[in-house]
């Protein structure tokens, strides 16, 4: 049974490029997380994907975009790259029980370099 | 809004000491609490979890009680080994929430 897949698995880009980040859920979720976790801090929420539409969203600009596809995988893309968007982002997939959140399962998370 | 606070680390013990890590929250209603572990170069796991006041989660050896009164969440182990190396981070989810909302993680590192 496959986990929570996330590809790439490093990316660096320079400020003002775009990027997307893809994930692929847990076999039988149906609900996909995106985190930003900066270096030494824990995991902070980017929104949430359930059937094809943003259900919740955290303090982040509309420069972060996401989209979810009828097969549950979803893309993250940030637009006018800042050197502050530099940091580990997860995907975490789930059913769509809650709230409150059950059990959310992560990805290794793709890495993403700024210079 | 809701938040964790965590004790802060970086922890090193022995192997076969005693774990506490601190963990206390701060949310309307009442969350459930969970500890997540990332080992070196990994992603998240669940650790363990607790749905109400008492709830007491354990896993591997871990354990951490869901106290109301004291809005805490303590994870203890009673005997470390090197594996259980890694950082550790306590979160809740709002009863009104979709999201996990995370401390800023400890960092435990077990000596042989």
């Known amino acids: 049974d496959a986990g929570v897949t996330q590809s790439p698995t490093h990316l660096i880009k320079t400020r003002g490029q775009q990027v997307t980040l893809r994930c692929s859920p847990k076999s039988g979720h149906d609900t996909v997380s995106w985190y930003q976790q900066a270096l030494g801090q824990g995991p902070q929420f980017i929104f949430q994907?359930?059937?094809?539409?943003?259900?919740q969203r955290g303090n982040f600009p509309d420069r972060f975009s996401g989209h979810q596809f009828p097969n549950y995988s979803s893309e993250l893309n940030v637009n006018a790259l800042l050197l502050g968007d530099s940091a580990l982002y997860l995907c975490?997939?789930?059913?769509?029980?809650?709230?409150?959140?059950?059990?959310?399962?992560f990805g290794p998370g793709t890495r993403l370099t700024v210079l | 809004g809701n938040s964790v606070t965590q004790m802060e680390g970086p922890v090193t013990l022995s192997e076969e000491a005693f774990l506490t890590i601190n963990c206390t929250y701060t949310a309307t209603g009442y969350p459930s609490l969970f500890w997540y572990v990332q080992y070196p170069g990994e992603g998240l796991q669940l650790l363990l979890k607790a749905t109400k006041a008492d709830d007491k989660g354990s896993n591997k050896g871990f354990e951490a009680t869901y106290r109301k009164e004291t809005t805490s969440f303590h994870l203890e182990k009673g005997s470390v080994q090197v594996s259980d190396s890694a950082v550790y981070f306590c979160?809740?989810?709002?009863?009104?929430?979709?999201?996990?909302?995370f401390g800023a993680g400890t960092t435990v590192t077990v000596r042989a």
């Open positions: 975490a997939s789930s059913l769509a029980a809650g709230p409150p959140v059950d059990t959310q399962y």
């Open positions: 979160a809740l989810s709002d009863q009104n929430d979709y999201k996990l909302s």
């Open positions: 994907y359930y059937e094809e539409e943003e259900r």
